[in-house]
């Protein structure tokens, strides 16, 4: 499958949200652009990314992903690459 640009990777972020039953507004506009930039237009990869800093915001108790959890996913994922 071919990277999706950055629009299309906004489309099917807030689509998968909203499939799974929630509101696209969880994810703050700039911790999406961050997950954009990571994943490089990888489907795969925004799930990843998107679905660790679920987690993590669902065990700190956390209304709204910021930026900030999408970087501690991003360095953890880092140290397990290597």
């Known amino acids: 499958m071919q990277p999706v640009?950055?629009?299309e990777g906004r489309r099917y972020l807030a689509h998968r949200v909203r499939t799974a039953?929630?509101?696209p507004d969880v994810i703050e506009p700039?911790?999406?652009e961050l997950v954009l930039e990571e994943?490089?237009?990888?489907?795969?990869a925004i799930d990843?990314?998107?679905t660790?800093?679920?987690?993590a915001g669902f065990i700190a108790r956390d209304q709204v992903?910021?930026?900030t959890h999408i970087e501690n996913v991003i360095a953890e994922r880092r140290i397990l690459r290597y």
């Open 52 to 55: 660790q800093a679920l987690y």
């Open 48 to 50: 990843d990314v998107c």
């Open 39 to 44: 994943a490089q237009g990888r489907l795969r």
């Open 5 to 7: 640009d950055v629009e």
């Open 30 to 32: 700039d911790a999406v």
């Open 65 to 67: 992903i910021t930026k």
């Open 21 to 23: 039953g929630g509101n």
